[in-house]
């Protein structure tokens, strides 16, 4: 089944810090990846996405995807974290561009002050 | 302010009991998406909708109903809810700016729903 995994539930970096939240992909064919994150008692909020093109995709708060396709990885960076950085993080998939997305069990970003 | 509202925001209900929750949005977006949060099982998409009067299933549809009369209204109704459908749901819209080009999706705040 297609899908993206989130290996880690929890991540923990100290503020300032550069932080990294994984993600992998098994999809077929050419994938539209997403991250969207989540704060306490809120809906989700559209990070950045990867369609086709450059494999860094920036986006926002500072925010930065990098898309491999060698490693099947679309892992988050910030190269400093900040407390209100903590949050639920989401990795998704769209296969076909109809907006449908899936989404993985989520990563729980804490940065430390 | 461009937004997506969802109502109620808390509901306890009895199994059984027929519920609606409801879902709006201010932007004029063609899509709209009903998902279920459930801990360690990340987003489910129950039902989805391209348009008015267009609506299909997602990952999970079983035991709910939507409708799409309007654009920017996307209902999500529990016939008969059970205790399995506890969970928080989550009402979503996006642009449909090229039909292969998928799309920023915007979220309402989330309904807690518990089905005792």
């Known amino acids: 089944a297609q899908s993206v995994a989130q290996p880690e539930d929890q991540v923990k970096v100290a503020e300032g810090n550069p932080l990294t939240v994984k993600c992998t992909y098994s999809?077929?064919?050419?994938?539209?990846l997403f991250w969207y994150v989540q704060y306490p008692n809120r809906g989700l909020q559209f990070l950045l996405k990867?369609?086709?093109?450059?494999?860094l995709v920036k986006g926002s708060y500072g925010f930065e995807a990098e898309f491999n396709k060698s490693q099947t990885s679309f892992h988050l960076k910030k190269p400093s974290a900040l407390v209100s950085d903590s949050a639920l993080y989401f990795c998704?998939?769209?296969?076909?561009?109809?907006?449908?997305?899936?989404f993985g069990t989520g990563t729980r970003l804490t940065v430390i002050p | 302010e461009a937004q997506v509202t969802q109502n109620p925001r808390y509901l306890i209900t009895v199994t059984g009991k027929k519920l609606t929750v409801t879902c709006s949005q201010n932007m004029n977006h063609e899509y709209m998406s009903w998902y279920r949060q459930d801990p360690g099982l990340g987003l489910r998409q129950i039902y989805y909708?391209?348009?008015?009067?267009?609506?299909d299933k997602g990952d999970v549809p079983e035991g709910y109903k939507v409708s799409r009369k309007e654009k920017r209204n996307f209902p999500l109704i529990l016939e008969s809810p059970s205790p399995n459908q506890t969970s928080l749901y989550f009402c979503?819209?996006?642009?449909?700016?090229?039909?292969?080009?998928?799309?920023?999706?915007?979220f309402g705040p989330g309904t807690r729903l518990t089905v005792l």
């Open positions: 909708s391209m348009n008015v009067e267009v609506t």
């Open positions: 998704a998939f769209d296969q076909t561009g109809a907006n449908n997305l899936f």
């Open positions: 979503a819209s996006s642009p449909l700016l090229d039909r292969y080009l998928s799309n920023e999706q915007f």
């Open positions: 999809v077929s064919g050419n994938p539209y």
């Open positions: 990867y369609i086709t093109g450059d494999n």
